[in-house]
C-alpha cells in the first residue's frame, strides 16, 4: 500500500486486530483474526488463496471498502460445533472498488502466506 509504514501497525484488541493508513493518501487497512460459526460464503466472489478457502467481498463495509475474508483452519467451538478460524482484511478508500479489491487481495495474499501452516487448533487461553 502506498506511504504506509508495514512494521509500524496501530494494534488493536489482545493483538488480535491491526491496522495502518497511508500518509501519502486516504486509504486504511485494517486486519484482523477471527474466531466464529461463519465460513467464506457470501454474495462475494469465492477464491483460493495461498491454497486456502477465500471470499472476495466487494462494498460490504460501505461503498468505499473492500474485505477479504480467508480460512486459516477448522476448529470444534465449545459447543461441539463446527467452526473457523479466519483473517479479515478490509481496505477503505476513494479508488474504484475493483482496484481496492486488487489491492485487498494482494494483501490478504501477504498475509495468508505468513499464517502457519494448518493444524490443530487450540482456543485461547
Known sequence: ????????????????????????????????????????????????????????????DGSDTCRVRVVHRPYTD???RRATEQVHLVVTGPQPVNELCTMTTDLATSATDELPLRGRSHPPP
Do not use: Q
Open 1 to 60: 500500500m502506498p506511504g504506509v509504514d508495514a512494521g509500524d501497525p496501530d494494534v488493536g484488541y489482545g493483538n488480535w486486530e491491526c491496522g495502518w493508513r497511508s500518509t501519502t493518501g486516504k486509504i486504511v487497512a485494517d486486519l484482523r483474526f477471527d474466531r466464529g460459526l461463519t465460513s467464506p460464503t457470501s454474495s462475494g466472489r469465492n477464491t483460493r488463496l495461498g491454497g486456502r478457502e477465500a471470499v472476495v467481498e466487494p462494498e460490504t
Open 78 to 80: 465449545h459447543n461441539g
